[in-house]
Nanobody, 117 residues
Framework: VQLQASGGGLVEAGGSLRLSCAAS????????MAWFRQAPGKERDVVAA????????YYADSVRGRFTISRNNTRNTVNLQMNSLKPEDTAVYYC???????????WGQGTQVTVSS
């Protein structure tokens, strides 16, 4: 599967952005999907994840209640709605895919999110 992320940009603290990830291929519905982020000098960490069936999504503590991950298996897309953004959310955001039980091995190119204070 090939992934193409979009939707990043510059926003003021308290604002919102919506990231989208478009996947190629006819087997998108068989992949768990996730959004990761990597800030300068820091490791890449998972932000949110959603399973094949789209139930019980996972959120990192730092974003729970502010971010929402969703997927559309008909359109082969996974989105990340980000509200109440904070300067510490500034990072490059990546979408990723994996077969259930395996590690994330398919990655999009990353999209920059910058939140100004």
């Amino acid at each position: 599967v090939q992934l193409q992320a979009s939707g990043g940009g510059l926003v003021e603290a308290g604002g919102s952005l919506r990231l989208s990830c478009a996947a190629s291929g006819r087997t998108f519905s068989s992949y768990d999907m996730a959004w990761f982020r990597q800030a300068p000098g820091k490791e890449r960490d998972v932000v949110a994840a959603i399973s094949v069936r789209g139930v019980d999504p996972y959120y990192a503590d730092s974003v729970r209640g502010r971010f929402t991950i969703s997927r559309n298996n008909t359109r082969n897309t996974v989105n990340l709605q980000m509200n109440s953004l904070k300067p510490e959310d500034t990072a490059v955001y990546y979408c990723a895919a994996r077969r259930a039980g395996l590690s994330y091995r398919y990655w999009g190119q990353g999209t920059q999110v910058t939140v100004s204070s």
